[in-house]
């Protein structure tokens, strides 16, 4: 994704809807060989959050959040400890804006899915790449079947206004564990595996979701007017994404990985 058409996000806005991922933080941690002491890259760090519970966890150690969007690095550095530092760059572009010294890990949560898929290959190359030999790969970013009635309703709304389909990159675990192995990893002691999971919303909170994360993917080739359209179409159908239960909770499909990097 290029600069032209990234999406314009609003880091104080996202912040503000991020329980739905918050909640499944122990889930990730479990399977995360994170010690004290570690240096951890954080890739794709967003406002911040989850950053600051990584360089909790290293304590003496060091944290670094990488992010492509300014704001992004703004919001998570009010939020910083004195272990962490930030720069802003691109996945594809890590082994530059990393800068010297390799890690011992790196964690990417919610956020590879934005690159095509085009790039994985590479962004996994840059990964290996910042790592120390032995070092791990903790992934995990938005698989096959990820919120598929919202993207099949969203990709209505957009047809019916000549936009876009989703742009997101939603990988297979088969297709996947190949990239992981051309750049070097080993899921011996890991895994790669998706993982459905029923995240709750309520009409607000969905709603706060779709504005701060995910409609925002579809306007960037908008004009002004076509957006605030497109919203309000999107909007006017929210009850649509109601489950038979009643409820506005939602299927998430998680691509979910640790991978070890062989070296050298």
């Given at each position: 994704m290029t600069s032209d058409d990234r999406p314009a996000w609003d880091p104080r806005l996202y912040a503000e809807n991020t329980a739905h991922h918050r909640r499944y933080d122990d889930w990730f941690l479990d399977s995360t060989p994170i010690q004290p002491g570690q240096r951890i890259l954080d890739l794709g760090c967003g406002s911040g959050d989850f950053t600051r519970t990584l360089a909790d966890l290293v304590g003496d150690g060091e944290v670094v959040g990488i992010d492509p969007h300014p704001g992004f690095v703004e919001e998570a550095s009010?939020?910083?400890g004195p272990n962490q530092r930030f720069a802003v760059g691109?996945?594809?572009?890590?082994?530059?804006?990393a800068g010297r010294g390799r890690f011992d890990g790196v964690v990417s949560r919610a956020a590879l899915q934005?690159?095509?898929?085009?790039?994985?290959?590479?962004?996994?190359?840059?990964?290996?790449?910042?790592?120390?030999?032995?070092?791990?790969?903790?992934?995990?970013?938005?698989?096959?079947?990820?919120i598929r009635r919202v993207v099949a309703l969203l990709d209505d709304v957009s047809s019916s206004m000549?936009?876009?389909?989703?742009?997101?990159?939603f990988a297979d675990t088969d297709w996947y564990l190949e990239v992981l192995e051309r750049a070097g990893f080993d899921v011996d002691e890991g895994h790669v595996r998706s993982v459905?999971?029923?995240?709750?919303?309520?009409?607000?909170?969905?709603?706060?979701?779709?504005?701060s994360q995910t409609v925002i993917a579809y306007e960037s080739?908008?004009?002004?007017?076509?957006?605030?359209?497109?919203?309000?179409?999107?909007?006017?159908?929210?009850?649509?994404?109601?489950?038979?239960?009643g409820t506005y909770d939602q299927t998430f499909v998680r691509l979910d990985v640790l991978a070890h990097h062989l070296g050298p």
């Open positions: 009010l939020r910083a691109s996945a594809q572009n890590l082994s530059t804006v934005w690159a095509p898929c085009a790039d994985q290959p590479e962004i996994a190359r840059q990964v290996s790449m910042v790592l120390k030999p032995g070092g791990w790969f903790r992934l995990e970013m938005s698989g096959a079947g990820n000549g936009g876009p389909s989703a742009p997101w990159c459905a999971q029923r995240r709750p919303f309520s009409s607000e909170s969905l709603r706060g979701w779709l504005e080739s908008m004009t002004p007017s076509a957006r605030d359209e497109f919203r309000r179409r999107v909007f006017s159908r929210l009850d649509e994404l109601r489950r038979q239960d």
